[in-house]
């Protein structure tokens, strides 16, 4: 298998760690333990409880069941926890897939959603979001793309990067696409707890025998620390993952299971307050990009934390971005990992004061360099200086 190199993840590699400043996560502003353990009443008796002991195969039952409760309608059979959603991606279509299989993927999209079928020797199809349309999906242009051929349908809605997603009224129609064909659907629904003014969508694993339905505590939840993600779906489609867990993580561990099933147990907790935060944030986003229709423009996103935008006279953000990164202490992730050099990952879900010194930063870094576009990259800050 051969798989290329991500540039989200070489961007994070260099700026998430060395900026303090996130304009660029896709997830919510993440947790504490100690935090966590007042809003999810965690004792430090439960902590001390646990033994570091091997886990089962498919998760702990605990984890399952909160897991099941939640999304599965109750039965923990349908739900096998994963090392984040990551791992749960990588597992259904290694389980599935074959060289030359017909796949149908979102675009743009998270990397490995399409980047693992392409690794197994798969042909993508890609379902664009167009920026004339806002990135809305359409529909026809997914039955236009999808055959009794397709393997493989491949979606993440609400989308990262650009906030799109499928409207409640699209959802029956866009399921009868996928199930004419006969193909798998993977859904990664990382973002279906954050929506803004649109209703969150149905399970889809719930009503498609043949889906596999991803979802993760990185986003919504605030807790990637936990690397727990989960796939939902029929028995006998998550028994043909076990080959591949048993050579790849065998299970995961008994701590981080324990502080992800107290968060699923009171997820609402958690959402009613980091939710507001993310929808205070997009307003932020909002107002300034309405006063500044002269620099920026977007489609607001009706889920998730992220949005792309584009900036008047900027073909290629990836300078800016670095300019960022390196003189200002922002991370803003560049459009080109996602196809769409002329665009930015701007994400909000952060804390609010950092959001708002972030936009502050980006609109003066913006508005200087439509002052000078001449500005020299001599002028700036040499390549490897980076300052805190
Ligand atoms: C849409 C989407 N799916 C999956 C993932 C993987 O996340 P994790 O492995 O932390 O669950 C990400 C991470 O950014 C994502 O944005």
């Not at 999810?40 to 984890?63: C, K």
Request: charged content about 25%; overall charge negative; some cysteine.
């Amino acid at each position: 298998m051969k798989l290329r190199r991500a540039p989200l993840e070489d961007w994070m590699r260099d700026f998430y760690f060395d900026t303090t400043v996130d304009l660029g996560s896709s997830g919510v502003q993440c947790w504490s333990l100690a935090e966590l353990r007042g809003l999810l009443d965690i004792r430090q008796d439960d902590l001390d409880a646990i033994t570091l002991d091997d886990s089962p195969s498919y998760g702990g039952p605990a984890l399952r069941t909160a897991l099941a409760r939640r999304f599965a309608d109750g039965d923990p059979d349908r739900v096998m926890a994963t090392h984040g959603s990551t791992e749960a991606i990588f597992l259904a279509m290694n389980a599935l897939l074959e060289p030359s299989d017909e796949v149908v993927v979102v675009d743009p999209g998270y990397h490995s959603l399409w980047s693992i079928a392409e690794s197994i020797g798969c042909r993508l199809k890609r379902w664009r979001l167009r920026p004339e349309d806002g990135f809305a999906p359409d529909l026809d242009a997914l039955r236009a793309l999808v055959t009794p051929a397709t393997r493989m349908v491949v979606v993440n809605f609400p989308n990262n990067p650009t906030g799109a997603s499928l409207r409640p009224e699209q959802f029956e129609e866009f399921l009868g696409i996928v199930a004419d064909s006969g193909a798998y659907l993977v859904w990664d629904g990382a973002f279906t707890e954050l929506t803004h003014g649109t209703a969150q969508l149905p399970e889809p694993s719930l009503l498609y025998d043949r889906c596999l339905s991803l979802g993760t505590m990185s986003k919504a939840y605030g807790l990637p620390g936990t690397r727990v993600g989960w796939c939902l779906g029929a028995p006998e489609l998550l028994a043909r993952f076990l080959p591949l867990r048993d050579a790849l993580t065998i299970c995961l561990s008994p701590l981080t299971e324990f502080i992800a099933e107290r968060a699923i147990v009171h997820a609402d907790r958690l959402l009613a307050i980091r939710g507001p935060q993310a929808a205070r944030n997009l307003a932020r986003l909002t107002a300034w990009a309405e006063e500044h229709a002269d620099l920026v423009s977007w489609t607001p996103p009706l889920g998730g934390c992220t949005a792309f935008p584009a900036f008047h006279g900027i073909e290629d953000t990836e300078e800016l971005c670095r300019e960022l990164g390196r003189n200002h202490d922002v991370l803003l992730v560049p459009g080109s990992g996602f196809g769409h050099r002329d665009r930015v990952r701007l994400g909000f879900g952060g804390a609010e004061a950092e959001f708002t010194a972030g936009l502050t930063r980006l609109h003066r870094t913006l508005t200087d360099r439509a002052a000078t576009p001449a500005l020299s990259s001599a002028a700036r800050r040499p390549e490897g200086a980076l300052p805190r």
